[in-house]
């Protein structure tokens, strides 16, 4: 007789109830780890208390650099990783800044790591469940993190790194209308300052105006390089209103000024502890890496009264973020008739201020989100005016041999553009970086607005001759389009037009077919001086892109011209 088998629950029972104490044991050792070890990440120091799935997270703000000796207002950036969270079940998060230097309550951002901390998703403002209370310098807010979430990563406001700023310059590249990536200079710690050029590289520069861009000379004013990603971003577009802009502007952009400042983890200084603004109320005497690279190059492009430069710069935009507001904002200059270096040295000359009005004006215009913002007025930081402004207006634009004869060159319109870290454009959500890129774009068709740069039609070259050339003209009401085509004499011509450009090698030569044909046009013959005239109507209304090549037809050959775009 085969005795009946025992029961194998109680002989399990002991083991089951170890392991639920061990996993107890585990759950409450989870302690949350707060780490600043990466790129832009700032705190001086952390404390962590609590057990299970709630704990107490003190983060004392830290001053750029470790140094205790600069302003209170300068602790303005916090940002830092906390790793080490249970997966398995929610985690409370109950989060205290100490010792913050600012006193406006910003809804924090954060992103989040299913994998330990390898990869971490998109950052986004915080539920509005952690919107933070204050108490005098000490800001408090619960995160609840989610199940399955191993690691975050929170900060005051979206971070921006100087790898983000390389990953984006390095998307840019290349195209066809950024003429130059420079190096101005490097920082102490060795980091490029780059400089962007972009113009329209196939219309001469001889009638274009110079734009002067410069983002985060104040590294952690993040707004400030959304602003550039979203003027370049437009730039390069291809939209007929950009391709207007480039063929009549020249913008030259430095978009991180204070890249060591920025990978510190630094709000307001370089990795030196100076604050580089107040540095242009003796930029000639500076020694700061970042402030002769910039002076440098903005003295390269203005020249002087004697020797001025080919195209100065006409419009400067010192981009920052700021406390304190609830939209963007602009400082403009107060008018001061009787400006004098030596004896009143407040605010800029009325015509200067006149400038600064119609810019404000124009952006505004363009953009519901800076419309939403305030005109602060400014001294220019009399009486030791600390601004670019400042050493734009005093060292150029006052100057009768500047503005007079021979030269009559412009007075510079310089001004400082500041975003902020609460509210979007409706007024009732955080803002976002896609709000600045936006308010990017808008700054490029301001931009053509201020000048007066009015739509057009425009003629360009492109690609290289291959046996004949061809030039255009634009001329009456309605506008005509006048052309002349050169080559073998009475050799046969053919004219191809489409809405695009190609390279295509063709036969019997080897010259290249530039044009993606549409219509092919037959034009009779070059005259026995191997020249071709003749006009075309052109639409009196709507935007237009029209691209031309003349293909020449001599026994046993097909030569080319170059190809010719209308843009309207």
């Known amino acids: 007789m085969i005795p009946p088998k025992k029961p194998f629950l109680p002989f399990f029972l002991p083991s089951i109830f170890l392991l639920l104490f061990l996993g107890k044991k585990e759950l409450t050792a989870q302690t949350p780890l707060v780490s600043t070890q990466y790129e832009n990440m700032r705190i001086r120091s952390s404390q962590v208390s609590g057990s299970g799935n709630l704990w107490n997270i003190d983060l004392t703000m830290g001053d750029d650099n470790g140094n205790r000796s600069l302003p209170t207002s300068y602790r303005r950036w916090w940002h830092v990783q906390i790793g080490n969270l249970n997966p398995l079940t929610p985690t409370t998060l109950r989060i205290r800044i100490l010792r913050a230097g600012y006193s406006d309550i910003i809804l924090p951002c954060w992103s989040k790591s299913l994998d330990g901390g390898k990869s971490f998703g998109a950052w986004t403002r915080m539920p509005l469940s952690a919107l933070p209370r204050r108490s005098g310098s000490t800001h408090s807010f619960s995160l609840v993190v989610p199940k399955g979430i191993t690691t975050i990563r929170i900060a005051k406001y979206f971070p921006y790194t100087v790898s983000d700023k390389d990953r984006w310059l390095r998307g840019l590249l290349p195209h066809k209308h950024i003429r130059a990536l420079r190096v101005l200079g490097r920082t102490r710690l060795g980091r490029p300052i780059q400089m962007l050029e972009i113009t329209n590289n196939s219309v001469s520069d001889q009638n274009k105006k110079r734009v002067w861009i410069h983002a985060g000379i104040h590294p952690a004013e993040n707004t400030s390089y959304w602003v550039v990603e979203g003027l370049v971003a437009w730039l390069l577009s291809g939209k007929p209103d950009a391709e207007r802009a480039l063929r009549n502007l020249i913008f030259d952009i430095v978009p991180m000024a204070n890249p060591d400042g920025v990978y510190l983890g630094n709000y307001r200084t370089n990795s030196r502890s100076v604050n580089l603004e107040t540095q242009w109320r003796a930029p000639y005497n500076s020694t700061q890496n970042e402030i002769i690279a910039l002076r440098t190059q903005i003295e390269t492009f203005m020249g002087t009264s004697s020797r001025p430069g080919a195209h100065p710069i006409e419009a400067l935009f010192n981009l920052h973020s700021t406390h304190g507001n609830s939209y963007p904002l602009h400082f403009q200059h107060v008018a001061n008739a009787f400006f004098n270096l030596k ?51 005093d060292r150029w634009s006052i100057d009768p041999k500047w503005t007079g004869s021979p030269n009559f060159l412009p007075q510079v319109m ?155």
């Open 343 to 393: 004896t009143n040295r407040k605010g800029v000359l009325p015509s200067v201020h006149n400038k600064e009005g119609l810019w404000i004006q124009k952006f505004k215009a363009r953009s519901p989100f800076v419309a939403r913002g305030r005109t602060l007025s400014s001294t220019a930081g009399w009486p030791t005016r600390p601004f670019v402004e400042s050493m734009m207006h």
């Open 414 to 568: 310089a001004i400082t553009f500041e975003g902020t870290y609460g509210y979007g454009p409706d007024g009732r959500t955080w803002n976002r970086p896609a709000d600045y890129r936006r308010v990017g774009g808008e700054m490029g068709l301001a931009l053509l607005d201020y000048f007066g740069i009015k739509q057009g039609a425009m003629l360009s070259k492109y690609g290289s001759a291959c046996g004949g050339t061809l030039t255009g003209l634009l001329s009456g009401t309605p506008k005509a389009l006048w052309i002349n085509v050169t080559g073998p004499q009475k050799a046969p011509l053919l004219l191809v037009a489409g809405g695009s450009r190609i390279q295509l090698r063709l036969p019997f030569g080897g010259c290249m077919l530039l044009t993606q044909a549409s219509v092919l046009l037959p034009a009779g013959t070059l005259n026995s001086l191997g020249s071709w005239t003749g006009s075309f109507a052109l639409p009196t209304a709507g935007r237009l892109k029209l691209n031309l090549q003349g293909l020449l037809l001599p026994p046993g050959k097909i030569l080319a011209t170059e190809g010719l775009e209308l843009l309207r």
